[in-house]
T-cell receptor, first 117, second 115 residues
Framework: EAQVTQNPRYLITVTGKKLTVTCSQNMNHEYMSWYRQDPGLGLRQIYYSMNVEVTDKGDVPEGYKVSRKEKRNFPLILESPSPNQTSLYFC????????????????FGAGSRLTVL | AQSVTQPDIHITVSEGASLELRCNYS??????LFWYVQSPGQGLQLLLK??????LVQGIKGFEAEFKRSQSSFNLRKPSVHWSDAAEYFCAVGEKGSGRRALTFGSGTRLQVQP
């Protein structure tokens, strides 16, 4: 089944304790992205990657890092989490722009709910 | 920069009633437009999309949306709502060209369905 898999789905941690949220897709998609969802704000993009070893900041990158060493994986790293990073996180992927008419359709993971105390 | 406005934060309708969720966008050219639905505890599922052509698009679960360029709108409609439609709905605009940002989302509309 074509899907985007995120882990963990739920996590409670404490301020300053480094954590990584993994994201893996099995659709051979070039493009991957991380979003955070907060009440009243919708989804805001944190980082995105156009392809392996190509990453760039989205709208709210502060406090986050990413890497794209393999095409299928795009982990989100919080080096020193703070309470304002408590949120619901979504990973998404799609084909590269222009590959087909459906190239702009993002496939989302099920989400990772993170609480930072 | 592109932006999306969903003016209704929360809407309540009775089961069987019709539904319209509003979405207005700001974009310099003809955009790609999307509606996603998020059921409680779930990820986002694509309901429908508009890329070009016919301005009335049909989606899954009986939803449709109409692109109106003159009003910069892409409202979502359903003629008869089911209790299972209770969820949060997000309108999004996609960037043409480089596609770096992929999608910009509205703040969402939460739909409650009364029996």
């Amino acid at each position: 089944e074509a899907q985007v898999t995120q882990n963990p789905r739920y996590l409670i941690t404490v301020t300053g304790k480094k954590l990584t949220v993994t994201c893996s897709q099995n659709m051979n998609h070039e493009y991957m992205s991380w979003y955070r969802q907060d009440p009243g704000l919708g989804l805001r993009q944190i980082y995105y990657s156009m392809n392996v070893e190509v990453t760039d900041k989205g709208d709210v990158p502060e406090g986050y890092k990413v890497s794209r060493k393999e095409k299928r994986n795009f982990p989100l790293i919080l080096e020193s989490p703070s309470p304002n990073q408590t949120s619901l996180y979504f990973c998404a992927s799609r084909l590269r722009q222009g590959a087909t008419s459906g190239a702009n359709v993002l496939t989302f993971g099920a989400g990772s709910r993170l609480t930072v105390l | 920069a592109q932006s999306v406005t969903q003016p209704d934060i929360h809407i309540t309708v009775s089961e069987g009633a019709s539904l319209e969720l509003r979405c207005n966008y700001s974009y310099g050219a003809t955009p790609y437009l999307f509606w996603y639905v998020q059921s409680p505890g779930q990820g986002l599922q694509l309901l429908l999309k508009y890329f070009s052509g016919d301005t009335l698009v049909q989606g899954i679960k009986g939803f449709e949306a109409e692109f109106k360029r003159s009003q910069s709108s892409f409202n979502l409609r359903k003629p008869s709502v089911h209790w299972s439609d209770a969820a949060e709905y997000f309108c999004a605009v996609g960037e043409k060209g480089s596609g770096r940002r992929a999608l910009t989302f509205g703040s969402g509309t939460r739909l409650q369905v009364q029996p």
